[in-house]
T-cell receptor
């Protein structure tokens, strides 16, 4: 069965203090790995799709990278508005089902 | 112009009652989903429909019955509610074949007393 483990569960950063979130996965034939952002009381918002090891995607202060076993979401010089829960998900090849991790709750303090 | 809208946002009800949640998407997507997010924020797929056809049914009790009258709507009816059904239920949609690039509604928080 597909598994996704995210670490740390929670992360507190000072504004401007860069860090990384980890997503380790086990899947039979990765079709895609996805990052989402979820604000309190809202639905998850899609951020990135990564398809193969070595791929990188960037959006503002966020950069997602992918290896054969894990993905990292790097946050450079975060701002308080980056505070949210970040979810990672994987999709196995040839299958429509997506498996989510339990997320990392990020708090950025001014 | 909400892309995926679901109603109601909050439901509070007694054990044993029946409730429904409605979902509509205006993105022109062919695939719609119901996800359940528990108190630990774990998000798990329940059902998936492609063009009104049930594609995924993830070991969900048969008290849960989805219905898709057309590809823009997906409703969820829950019979005989139990305490363990308390959760946030999210509707989502995607282009066919892009099951990982989901557009979520804001969620319906169900509390069973």
């Amino acid at each position: 069965e597909d598994q996704v483990t995210q670490s740390p569960e929670a992360l507190r950063l000072q504004e401007g203090e860069s860090s990384s979130l980890n997503c380790s996965y086990t899947v039979s034939g990765l079709r895609g790995l996805f990052w989402y952002r979820q604000d309190p009381g809202k639905g998850p918002e899609f951020l990135f799709t990564l398809y193969s090891a070595g791929e990188e995607k960037e959006k503002e202060r966020l950069k997602a990278t992918l290896t054969k076993k894990e993905s990292f979401l790097h946050i450079t010089a975060p701002k308080p508005e980056d505070s949210a829960t970040y979810l990672c998900a994987v999709q196995a090849g040839g299958y429509q089902k997506v498996t989510f991790g339990t997320g990392t709750k990020l708090q950025v303090i001014p | 112009d909400t892309a995926v809208s679901q109603t109601p946002k909050y439901l509070v009800t007694q054990m044993g009652n029946d409730k429904s949640i409605k979902c509509e998407q205006n993105l022109g997507h062919d695939t719609m989903y119901w996800y359940k997010q528990d108190s630990k924020k774990f998000l798990k797929i329940m059902f998936s429909y492609n063009n009104k056809e049930l594609i995924i049914n993830e070991t969900v009790p048969n008290r849960f019955s989805p219905k898709s009258p057309d590809k823009a709507h997906l409703n969820l009816h829950i019979n005989s509610l139990e305490l363990g059904d308390s959760a946030v239920y999210f509707c989502a949609s995607s282009q066919i074949g892009d099951a990982g690039e989901l557009f979520f509604g804001e969620g319906s928080r169900l509390t069973v007393l």
